[in-house]
Structures are given as structure tokens and as C-alpha cells.
């Protein structure tokens, strides 16, 4: 059987029946209806937050997130190459620049120490990604923001449930953004969240996903539209109902993968961070050094039929969209392009059984 690098979670279909039920009584299916309420409240609390927007998918989440930091036109975003590229497209689609900056080949998230090297008068913001759940150095972060005056925007698509020194990932910066895709430790199908503190923007956000309307005879900001809808609202209502034992099945996963692929040369694994709760959302190795290259074991796997990944190959640094961005060039960011064409993320979902597990190790071993 097909292996992929993940595969979703889903609750019970009878469990998923009976929160959808309510809607053909109500026949109020989107529009901040009151599954839409209920999750979002639940979120607020679960990820200890203060406001929490929900939005029909994490690129839309991340997009409005950048919006509303109402940045100059042709601005400066400092930002990180070893992500989906979705980060790179939300700064660039709001009219602004994104400025590669190189990653550290820790935990592979940007390297806090290289930001103030890349800032220049047209700087605005600094948007960071927890890659594969490691979450960045938040603390640098703010000190590098506060003293020059930037504006933060975390994309936090990987840390849902992620803690760091008992914080949630969703009070970092002036935002966050969690994905709420198929394929992300939590989802709603498809979804997102944008968390934040300042009581003073919810107004603004809600009416940036809804046109800009704000009422019914006013629009106010030049918005699109990005709501999620009802039953997105119910699957996620379900899925945060059973988070805590997938996330508890994935650390049993990793803890597998580890006792089998520990201590071979060649092959470097994920560590756990230091103060942090994880969430153990990808299983990412890098092949450096070892008797096989990154290309022919993910061939060997995939003829086995175990798909494994790339991520994050290409860099969005490499892309054709952004290789005429003065800023764009994989060869300014040596770190992330020795990381990316080393990497491979292999499969991990709470439901990968311990027999798969052993099957993916023998084949990389073999
Ligand atoms: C999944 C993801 C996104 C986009 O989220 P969608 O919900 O798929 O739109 C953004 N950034 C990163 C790092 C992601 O992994």
C-alpha cells in the first residue's frame, strides 16, 4: 500500500455526522455562523490566545495577517527561503519585497544573528516561519524588532500546539498565522488562523476577510474574501477534540524512527528543542555525508511506493517567480541551499504503524 509523507487525520464518520447535523435546521453554512463561534473560542483557549480569526485556508490567514500591518507599498520583508512558498507569495502579493535571509543549521528556522545585516532604511517587517514546528529565536526576534521599529509576522503553519517556555506559539509577534490544511497536525480541511493580542485590530481583521465590509451600508478596507466556512468550522470542532492523542501517536513515531536511525553515519535527525513543548508535526533528515544521496534514496523509496519529501526543495529563493528579485539567488543563503538539497522528510502521522516505520528504516538502510 501507498505510503505518503503524511496522511490526514479524521475523526470518527458518525462523530463528524452529528456536529454537522445542526446546519440543515439552521441552513446557515457560512458567514461566521455558530460552529465558526465555537471554534474559535475553543482555539482561543486551547492555543492561549486573546483573539483568534479564522480564515478558509493559512495563505489567505497569512496574506490579511501582512495587510494589516498596513506596511509601505515596495517595502522591505525580511523573511526566511526554507519554506512552502506560500510565505514568500503573502509578502510579495501585499505589494512588498521579500529579503532572503539565511537559516541556522540547528533546528533550520532563520538565523536570528544574520537579520540585522539585511536591514535598510525601507525595512517594515521580519517574517519568520517555525519551520517543522521548531519554533525561532523568538527572543532575538523581538529585540531586533522593537529596537528598529519592525512589525512581526509569524507564520506558524507547522507549531500549532507548539509551546515555547510554556508560551504558545500564538502570542509571538504582532501575529501569527496557523494552517489548518489536510496535511497539518490540526486541520479543517482546508483553513487557518490568524492569533494575536492587540484588542485594537479585530475589528480590522474580521472586516479584511469579509470584502472589507464592515456593515451593511460601509466598506472600509479594499479586502477579499477568506471566511471559513461551517463545515470547516465542525471538522476542526472534531479533530481538536482528539489533538492530544495524535499528537502523543506522532511522538511515538518519532521516538521509533529515532531508536532505529540513531547514530548512523551520515544521517542527521530532528532534535528535540531546548524549553519546548513539541508538536511532532515532520520527521525531517538530512542525508550528509551518508552512502546515499538525498535524490537516490527518496527514488528508491518512492519505487517501494513510501512517498517522502523534499520539503523545503526548491527554496523560494530558486523559484523562476522570484529568481528576478534583486534579492532572490539560493547562493545568498549557502546554509538553506546545503540544508535543501540534503533534506528529506520522511512520512509521519499518528496512524503510521510501527511495521511501516520499520519498513522505511530497513529501505534507507539498505
Ligand atoms: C501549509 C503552509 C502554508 C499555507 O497554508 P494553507 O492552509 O495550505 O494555505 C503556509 N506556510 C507554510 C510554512 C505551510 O506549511
Known amino acids: 500500500m501507498r505510503i505518503n509523507v503524511t496522511r490526514s487525520s479524521m475523526p470518527n464518520f458518525e462523530e463528524y455526522i452529528e456536529e454537522i447535523r445542526d446546519l440543515w435546521d439552521s441552513r446557515w453554512l457560512t458567514n461566521m455562523g455558530d460552529k465558526h463561534q465555537e471554534l474559535q473560542h475553543s482555539l482561543e483557549r486551547f492555543l492561549d490566545v486573546p483573539h483568534v480569526v479564522l ?3 493559512g495563505h489567505l490567514a497569512l496574506e ?29 502579493r ?8 539565511d537559516i541556522n543549521d540547528r533546528d533550520y528556522t532563520i538565523d536570528a544573528d544574520k537579520i540585522e ?6 525595512t517594515a517587517a521580519i517574517v519568520p516561519v517555525h519551520v517543522y514546528g521548531n519554533v525561532c529565536d523568538v527572543e532575538k526576534i523581538a529585540e531586533i524588532a522593537a529596537r528598529y521599529h519592525l512589525k512581526v509576522v509569524y507564520d506558524a503553519a507547522h507549531a500549532f500546539a507548539v509551546r515555547y517556555k510554556g508560551i ?10 496557523f494552517s489548518f490544511h489536510a496535511t497539518k497536525v490540526f486541520h479543517t480541511i482546508e483553513g487557518g488562523a490568524v492569533c494575536f493580542k492587540d484588542d485594537a485590530v479585530v475589528q480590522e481583521m474580521n472586516d479584511r476577510k469579509n470584502f472589507g465590509i464592515r456593515n451593511a451600508e460601509e466598506c472600509v478596507y479594499i479586502g477579499g474574501n477568506a471566511k471559513m466556512n461551517e463545515f470547516q468550522a465542525a471538522m476542526g470542532i472534531c479533530n481538536l477534540r482528539h489533538l492530544e492523542t495524535e499528537i502523543g501517536k506522532r511522538k511515538d513515531v518519532w521516538t521509533h524512527y529515532h531508536a532505529r536511525l540513531d547514530g548512523v553515519p551520515g544521517i542527521i535527525m530532528p532534535k528535540p528543542q531546548k524549553d519546548t513543548t513539541p ?7 538530512i542525508f550528509d555525508g551518508f552512502k546515499k544521496s538525498r535524490d537516490e534514496i527518496a527514488a528508491q523509496l518512492a519505487e517501494e511506493g513510501i512517498f517522502a519529501r523534499k520539503y523545503f526543495y526548491p527554496l523560494t529563493n530558486d523559484y523562476a517567480c522570484y529568481r528576478e528579485f534583486p534579492t532572490a539567488g539560493k547562493e545568498k543563503t549557502p546554509v538553506a541551499a546545503h540544508i535543501a538539497d540534503r533534506v528529506l522528510t ?3 502521522y499518528a496512524d503510521l504503524s510501527a511495521d511501516d516505520i520499520d519498513r522505511i528504516c530497513d529501505l534507507v538502510l539498505r
Open 64 to 92: 490579511n495577517a501582512v495587510a494589516a500591518m498596513n506596511l509601505p507599498e515596495g517595502g522591505e520583508v525580511i523573511t526566511t527561503p526554507f519554506t512552502f512558498v506560500s510565505t514568500t507569495h503573502a509578502i510579495s
Open 279 to 285: 508538536n511532532y508535526a515532520y520527521f525531517p533528515v
Open 346 to 348: 520522511l512520512p509521519m
Open 117 to 122: 545585516s539585511l536591514i535598510t532604511e525601507k
Open 94 to 101: 501585499n505589494g512588498l519585497v521579500p529579503v532572503f535571509c
Open 55 to 57: 480564515y478558509t485556508n
Open 168 to 177: 504558545s506559539t500564538a502570542n509571538f509577534g504582532d501575529m501569527s498565522m
